[in-house]
Every structure is written in structure tokens, then in C-alpha cells.
């Protein structure tokens, strides 16, 4: 319970500012209760969970020392932050949103052995439960936050927020901590890091998942511990998915399947937007590559650990927690600045092979293998893998006149600092950058800005609410590109 320390009978007057004062001052962060759902309303009913160092601001606003709820809910009666999602859906939102970023932030902290900072510089960061009207949910290093929303379901009629379910908000806390651990990856032009990005943030929540008990009983009933049959565990954003589907005509049930058939192919050969059914470098449709590799892995280590004694929700479990740790150690020797997938896959292998003694290799590599990240040769895995880069520093390379009215913009980035170039400007560095971005340029994800133009941070979203990849600065006359930090 929250604010009953020296003060039983607290309560919120008109202006939201508590009735003792003093009370609220003196008030200790404490343990609190908060309604919860791993999944959504579509797939299962909701529960609660605890969150702790909650402390209750002077304006009646929830914080953690990690995070600030700019939303504003008072506890029921019992001090408990828990609501019926039909009858209070603001106030659910709130307090489902608030405990699903602090404890997937603290999952991971718990693996990764310490601090996760913000790529931003803030102690904490800023949670908008409910910043209006949109069917998208996003991270923004630029507003140090993670947003959800809420939209209505023009089918059912019923008002759907982003912010009930623990797969989506999990999603973007995802993104917040990869930010903060590989601020570089956002700087990155080719389609990897972007997509291992999305891969991450999915992950996330799925990994979350594993560790909610109700997640875990309903996954053993639909796949009887067979992963590979379609279960809501592999599909993330059941709810918002559906909404989607309404809202733009092509019926879905979910936003991704983690269990998929996508083949790694050459990027430069796919289109950059694509119909859902297709792959191309979009980051999310691109992310399903890593993501099937990872689900194949994790269905195959869920087996193993059924044939060693577990039942299927322990194995579930147990491999979502084997999972975290891998992540968790994989950060901390991933590759810097750009990178492939097949490098991020030698990453984690060498991470399995030298911190968890080779035990999840079989189903990594039967995984990476199936979606095509690694050639079926083992002989080349054997030879020293090309794990990427350790140290990067920025190249700036300049667009060619091919780029219309971008022709002629500098765009940074990233490279290998051991490398030598006898010519940047002709390197394959510098061609595959042009490349990306002119990909980006024609397919209308980068925006452009006028000298002086004054850009609100509203302008860093395309018409139908999707953050641009990039945006036109002007720095001392010339005409620059820079990767948006704003990712959804
Ligand atoms: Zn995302």
C-alpha cells in the first residue's frame, strides 16, 4: 500500500494535491499493487503485479527512481493501483502501463547485474499511459519517453489503448534500454541494426511473457509443449492487432508471429515497404528474420527442457529465463555501430559457447540456420566467426546527385575505427550508406525541412502517425541527414 505511512485516511483534494501534506512529503517509497496483463484482453483476463520504490509526488503523480508517470491515478481504498479496464479504462491504463515498464526494466536489470542507463540524460524516464488519440504506442529518446495511446476500434466500438497490453508496453521499454545500452544503433543507415532493434523490443515482451505464470499455463494448453503450434505467447499484440485489422481493412490478429518461415535475404534485393505478408527492409517486417531464428531456438531449448523433467510451463518459464541471461550477456559483448545479422548471431553463439558453456548452441544454430542468418556450412562457423565490430567512429559521406532535392547531403556514419580506407568516399562503407538512405529518400521515409524551419517534434511523423527514418538539418549552410530517435 502506498500512501497509508503516517497517514490512514489520505486522500486527494480538488486539485489533486493531498489532504496532508505533511504526510505526502515525508512519504517513503513503498511496494504497490498495480493491475497487470503479460498479454492483453483478448487473450487472457488480467491479474495484478507489485511494483516497488513506487513513491507518490506532491501533484499525486506515480514515480520510480528509474521512471515518472506523467498520468495521474488515486489508489482504491485498499492503497491497491488495481481497476476493472470497462468500467475505469484510464485509470487501468495508467497503472498497467506504469507496472509493466518498471518490471520489465527490472527483469532485465536483475540478468543484466546492473544499471541499464538511459541514452538520454535523465535518471528517470517519462511514461505517457495515454497521449491521445492514435493506434501506435512509441520510445523517444527526443522526449526522454515511452507513449501509448488510445484509439477506437471502428468495428467493435470499443476504445482500445496501447498502454493494456504488457507485450506493447514492454515493446517500448525494449527499445528504451537497447537505446540506452547501444545508443549507436539508432545512428546506424543499414536495415540490421534497425531490425535487430524491433527484434529486441518483440523479444522483450515476449520474455516478459515467460515469466507470468497465467502466460505460461495457457501456452502449455495450446501447444501441449510443441512451440511451433500457433500459440499466443509467438503472436504479440493480439489486441492492438485486431484494432489494426479493423481500422485498415486487412483483418489480423495479431501486429507479429515470432513463429515464422521469413528467410534472411540480401537487403539491397527487397523492396523497403511491402505488403505484411512479405518481407522487406521496413525495420518491423525486416525484424521477423532474427525474431523466427530466436522463436525456432527458444521452441527447441523449451523441448529440451521438457526431456529433462520439466513440465511445459516450468520449461517455458525456465527457457524464457535462460533466454534473459543470454540477452542480457549479449549486450554487453555485441557488436558496435553496424552490423549484420550474421554477426549478432556469431555474437550470441560465442556468448552461449564462453558464459553458458555451449548449452543453447544446438537450437541457436538450428535456428539461424532455418532462417537463413547462417550458411547450413558448419565449417565456416568453425573458422573465427566475425562477431563486428568493437569500436566505431563516425565517417560523414555525401549524397550523390542522384537524391533529388536531397542531392548533396551529408549523412554520418558509423565505421569500424581499426579499418583503413585508402578513399572514404569510395569505400563500400560510403556506398552502402548511400544506398540505404537513397532506398529511404524514394521510398518517402526521410523528412525534408527548409532552412530555418522551425521543427516541432509533431513533424517527425509521417501522415499516418509512423516516426520518419530521418529528417533534414541544416548545420552551418549544408544540408544534413540525421536518423529520427523516435522508433515505434
Ligand atoms: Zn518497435
Given at each position: 500500500m502506498i500512501n497509508s505511512i503516517g497517514s490512514p485516511d489520505y486522500s486527494y483534494n480538488a486539485n489533486g494535491i493531498g489532504s496532508k501534506l505533511g504526510s505526502i512529503i515525508g512519504h517513503k517509497p513503498e511496494t504497490a499493487e498495480f493491475s497487470y496483463n503479460a498479454q492483453d484482453d483478448v487473450v487472457m483476463s488480467d491479474g495484478t503485479a507489485k511494483v516497488d520504490d513506487v513513491k507518490v509526488g506532491l501533484t499525486g503523480k506515480l514515480s520510480t527512481p528509474r521512471t515518472k508517470m506523467k498520468d495521474k491515478i488515486k489508489p482504491n481504498e485498499d492503497g491497491k493501483y488495481v481497476y476493472d479496464r470497462k468500467t475505469q479504462p484510464k485509470e487501468f491504463a495508467a497503472a498497467h502501463t506504469f507496472a509493466t515498464v518498471n518490471n520489465t526494466l527490472k527483469m532485465f536489470e536483475e540478468a543484466y547485474g546492473e544499471k541499464v542507463p538511459w541514452a538520454f540524460k535523465n535518471d528517470q524516464m517519462k511514461i505517457n499511459a495515454?497521449?491521445?488519440?492514435?493506434?501506435?504506442?512509441?520510445?523517444?529518446?527526443?522526449?526522454?519517453?515511452?507513449?501509448?495511446?488510445?484509439?477506437?476500434?471502428?468495428?467493435?466500438?470499443?476504445?482500445?489503448?496501447?498502454?493494456?497490453?504488457?507485450?506493447?508496453?514492454?515493446?517500448?521499454?525494449?527499445?528504451?534500454?537497447?537505446?540506452?545500452?547501444?545508443?549507436?544503433?539508432?545512428?546506424?543507415?543499414?536495415?540490421?541494426?534497425?531490425?535487430?532493434?524491433?527484434?529486441?523490443?518483440?523479444?522483450?515482451?515476449?520474455?516478459?511473457?515467460?515469466?507470468?505464470?497465467?502466460?505460461?499455463?495457457?501456452?502449455?494448453?495450446?501447444?501441449?509443449?510443441?512451440?511451433?503450434?500457433?500459440?499466443?505467447?509467438?503472436?504479440?499484440?493480439?489486441?492492438?492487432?485486431?484494432?489494426?485489422?479493423?481500422?485498415?481493412?486487412?483483418?489480423?490478429?495479431?501486429?507479429?508471429?515470432?513463429?515464422?518461415?521469413?528467410?534472411?535475404?540480401?537487403?539491397?534485393?527487397?523492396?523497403?515497404?511491402?505488403?505484411?505478408?512479405?518481407?522487406?527492409?521496413?525495420?518491423?517486417?525486416?525484424?521477423?528474420?532474427?525474431?523466427?531464428?530466436?522463436?525456432?531456438?527458444?521452441?527447441?531449448?523449451?523441448?529440451?527442457?521438457?526431456?529433462?523433467?520439466?513440465?511445459?510451463?516450468?520449461?517455458?518459464?525456465?527457457?524464457?529465463?535462460?533466454?534473459?541471461?543470454?540477452?542480457?550477456?549479449?549486450?554487453?559483448?555485441?557488436?558496435?555501430?553496424?552490423?549484420?545479422?550474421?554477426?549478432?548471431?556469431?555474437?550470441?553463439?560465442?556468448?552461449?559457447?564462453?558464459?553458458?558453456?555451449?548449452?543453447?548452441?544446438e537450437f541457436l544454430l538450428k535456428g539461424f540456420i532455418a532462417h537463413n542468418i547462417i550458411p547450413d556450412d558448419l565449417s565456416i562457423m568453425e573458422a573465427e566467426p566475425d562477431t563486428g565490430a568493437k569500436n566505431v567512429r563516425t565517417m560523414t559521406v555525401t549524397l550523390g546527385d542522384d537524391c533529388g532535392m536531397f542531392s548533396g547531403a551529408k549523412v554520418d556514419t558509423l565505421v569500424d575505427a581499426d579499418k583503413m580506407f585508402m578513399s572514404e568516399a569510395d569505400s563500400p562503407e560510403a556506398k552502402s550508406t548511400q544506398a540505404h538512405v537513397k532506398k529511404l529518400i524514394e521510398a518517402g521515409r526521410i523528412l525534408y525541412t527548409e532552412p530555418n524551419q522551425v521543427v516541432s517534434s509533431k513533424d517527425l511523423f509521417d501522415k499516418n502517425g509512423v516516426p520518419y527514418d530521418g529528417v533534414v538539418r541544416w548545420v552551418d549552410g549544408s544540408m544534413t541527414i540525421e536518423r529520427n530517435t523516435i522508433i515505434n
Open positions: 495515454d497521449k491521445g488519440e492514435m493506434l501506435n504506442a512509441y520510445y523517444s529518446r527526443f522526449h526522454k519517453s515511452v507513449n501509448f495511446f488510445h484509439a477506437m476500434d471502428p468495428v467493435t466500438n470499443q476504445m482500445v489503448y496501447s498502454g493494456t497490453s504488457g507485450e506493447v508496453v514492454s515493446h517500448e521499454v525494449g527499445h528504451a534500454m537497447l537505446d540506452g545500452l547501444h545508443p549507436e544503433y539508432l545512428a546506424c543507415w543499414s536495415p540490421d541494426p534497425r531490425g535487430f532493434h524491433e527484434h529486441f523490443a518483440d523479444m522483450t515482451g515476449f520474455m516478459m511473457a515467460t515469466q507470468d505464470d497465467a502466460t505460461c499455463e495457457l501456452v502449455a494448453k495450446e501447444t501441449g509443449g510443441d512451440l511451433k503450434k500457433p500459440n499466443s505467447l509467438a503472436l504479440t499484440g493480439e489486441s492492438l492487432g485486431v484494432t489494426i485489422g479493423h481500422a485498415t481493412g486487412s483483418p489480423r490478429n495479431c501486429i507479429r508471429d515470432a513463429n515464422n518461415e521469413f528467410l534472411w535475404q540480401d537487403p539491397s534485393t527487397l523492396p523497403q515497404m511491402a505488403p505484411d505478408d512479405q518481407l522487406c527492409t521496413e525495420m518491423h517486417s525486416w525484424s521477423r528474420v532474427y525474431t523466427g531464428a530466436m522463436y525456432d531456438a527458444f521452441a527447441g531449448m523449451v523441448s529440451r527442457n521438457m526431456g529433462e523433467g520439466q513440465s511445459c510451463e516450468d520449461a517455458i518459464k525456465s527457457c524464457g529465463k535462460e533466454f534473459i541471461n543470454l540477452y542480457a550477456a549479449t549486450l554487453k559483448e555485441a557488436p558496435k555501430g553496424d552490423f549484420t545479422y550474421h554477426q549478432m548471431a556469431n555474437c550470441m553463439l560465442k556468448v552461449d559457447r564462453e558464459q553458458f558453456g555451449g548449452r543453447n548452441r
